[in-house]
């Protein structure tokens, strides 16, 4: 079983998800993510149409990508954000992801969307070639995390100074 958060964080970099895998290595819970709990969710997708589902998990029993999306409608995937943040598009692959995973599940997903206090920040018509790359990336990030040794990347100082798993991390520039 892989999730979303595996997929979003191997496109970042592709060692993060191998170090929570192989070392068991998680991220503490930041405050903006225990805030996040307390959103109301009914509140910020009220200009869509119904019916609504809440808090959906999904799973892909063959390829073991799982995750939870905060709103699934007829024909949407939504992920809210509870805070505004200057950089988003990292979100746009947790989108297609969750479209990926709506579709295996029998929900013909046309569009997926990123909220941000209620302002579509990110909207994706989805198409057949969103979903075979999904597909491709979760076959790629699952053969990484087979493999016993880190997967090979060519990290960034920037990236790795704002990584929380650089403490632990075998292939970070920093120490």
């Known amino acids: 079983m892989v999730s979303v958060t595996d997929l979003k964080d191997f496109t970042l970099c592709k060692v993060i998800p191998w170090i929570r895998r192989k070392m068991g290595w998680k991220e503490p819970i930041t405050n903006s993510q225990k805030i996040a709990k307390s959103v109301n969710l009914k509140e910020m997708v009220s200009d ?3 019916p609504k589902y809440y808090e959906v998990h999904l799973r892909d029993k063959g390829s073991g990508l799982n995750g939870i999306v905060d709103v699934l409608t007829e024909d949407s995937v939504i992920e809210i954000k ?3 943040r200057r950089f ?5 692959i947790q ?3 969750y479209a ?3 579709e295996r599940n029998g929900f013909r997903v046309r569009s997926s969307v990123l909220l941000m206090n209620k302002e579509k920040k990110i909207n994706i018509e989805i198409r057949r070639e969103h979903i075979e790359y999904i597909e491709k990336l979760v076959n790629r990030l699952i ?3 087979e493999d016993d040794s880190p997967p090979v990347v060519n990290p960034s100082p ?3 100074k704002a990584c929380q798993y650089r403490r632990v991390c075998p292939v970070s520039v920093l120490l």
């Open 95 to 97: 989108l297609l992801a």
């Open 158 to 160: 920037l990236l790795c």
């Open 88 to 92: 988003y598009n990292h979100f746009r």
């Open 48 to 50: 869509f149409p119904e």
């Open 100 to 102: 990926y995973l709506a």
């Open 143 to 145: 053969d990484s995390l």
């Open 82 to 84: 509870a805070f505004h």
